[in-house]
């Protein structure tokens, strides 16, 4: 059984920054940081499979980096230049297959969330 915690969302001003912990136990070969804001679907920002290669939504590119420490089983995003589109709830979501997928739907294991709110 996998469980995921969320941690590090706030409050900030456009242009802040902010750095999300996801702190994991058990078997999570692929994990993934996902968000949802008020009205919208869940979506994918970034990826983080067990290889390495990460991945990024076209909209959080050159802002959003991905991290993954193994050893401690916690999974990071920081997040600059934050703009008030980034606004919602940040969700960890682990897998057990290796391989990566944008789909909500194929993750097993979700966190309950941390929510970042971005003021303009």
């Known amino acids: 059984q996998v469980q995921l915690q969320e941690s590090g969302g706030g409050s900030v001003q456009s242009g802040g920054s902010l750095k999300l912990s996801c702190a994991a136990s058990g078997d999570t070969r692929c994990m993934a940081w996902f968000r949802q804001a008020p009205g919208k679907e869940r979506e994918g920002v970034a990826l983080f499979p067990r290889s390495g290669s990460t991945a990024y939504a076209d909209s959080v590119k050159g802002r959003f980096t991905i991290s993954r420490d193994n050893a401690k089983n916690l999974l990071y995003l920081q997040i600059n230049s934050l703009k008030p589109e980034d606004t919602g709830m940040y969700y960890c979501?682990?897998?057990?297959?290796?391989?990566?997928?944008?789909?909500?739907?194929?993750?097993?294991?979700w966190g309950q969330g941390t929510q970042v709110t971005v003021s303009s």
């Open positions: 979501a682990a897998r057990s297959s290796p391989h990566v997928s944008w789909s909500a739907y194929l993750y097993n294991y």
